[in-house]
Every structure is written in structure tokens, then in C-alpha cells.
Nanobody
Framework: EVQLVESGGGLVQAGGSLRLSCAASGFTSDDYAIGWFRQAPGKEREGVSCISSSDGSTYYADSVKGRFTISSDNAKNTVYLQMNSLKPEDTAVYYC?????????????????????????WGQGTQVTVSS
């Protein structure tokens, strides 16, 4: 079974940076997607950034483009989310999730936002708080 463990959340001032890590294990296929989602109080969970393992295709939500960067270290089976120029509206619980072919195709086609229903396994979440 796939297991995902996030780390790296915390409290930071507006304009600051954080790097989230997602350590993954248990994959039985080389074709999968890792996504970072976030959920603020009273709001729906939304896709922030995703990456395809097979070709490195990426997705970024419009709200984080130019500020966040997703990357993967295959040797460590870890996906990172570098978050720069953080804003108070970035405050949320951030989740790492993995999906199979459906999630991969969504990233590669770049025709719509990723859906939580395309992701099968989820980490426990890590809190990111940005103070103004």
C-alpha cells in the first residue's frame, strides 16, 4: 500500500518561504502522480501543484504560479513543494496525495484543475500558517 508522509509546515511571516516534503513508498507502478492539495477552514480542498512521475509534467494553480515550485528526488522517493513569497491566503493544511493514470493524464493534458477524486492515497497533512 502507498504511504505518504508530509513534513515541513510551520509558521512564517508574509513574504517568507517554506519547503514541504512528501516521502512516498509502496508504489507498484512507475506511472503515477503526486499532488499537493490544501484546505483552509470553511473551504474546499484544492489542488496546488502536481507532478507526473513518468515525464515530469507539472501543474500549478493560478494562485501559486511563479511562487511555488514542485520537484521530485526519485532516489529518495520524495516530492518537494518550495513555497516562496508566501501570503496570508496561503494559510491552510497542506496534503500530499498520490494518484494513478487518471491523475497523470489530467496533469499531462493541462485542460483542467486536478480533482481530489483522482487521488487515491493521502498523507496526514501539515499546517502552513502565514502571518501578515
Amino acid at each position: 500500500e502507498v504511504q505518504l508522509v508530509e513534513s515541513g509546515g510551520g509558521l512564517v511571516q508574509a513574504g517568507g518561504s517554506l519547503r514541504l516534503s512528501c516521502a512516498a513508498s509502496g508504489f507498484t507502478s512507475d506511472d503515477y502522480a503526486i499532488g499537493w492539495f490544501r484546505q483552509a477552514p470553511g473551504k474546499e480542498r484544492e489542488g496546488v501543484s502536481c507532478i507526473s512521475s513518468s515525464d515530469g509534467s507539472t501543474y500549478y494553480a493560478d494562485s501559486v504560479k511563479g511562487r511555488f515550485t514542485i520537484s521530485s528526488d526519485n532516489a529518495k522517493n520524495t516530492v518537494y513543494l518550495q513555497m516562496n513569497s508566501l501570503k496570508p491566503e496561503d494559510t491552510a493544511v497542506y496534503y500530499c496525495a498520490s494518484g494513478s493514470s487518471r491523475a497523470v493524464h489530467t496533469i499531462q493534458r493541462a485542460s483542467r484543475r486536478p480533482s481530489v477524486y483522482e487521488y487515491d492515497y493521502w498523507g496526514q497533512g501539515t499546517q502552513v500558517t502565514v502571518s501578515s
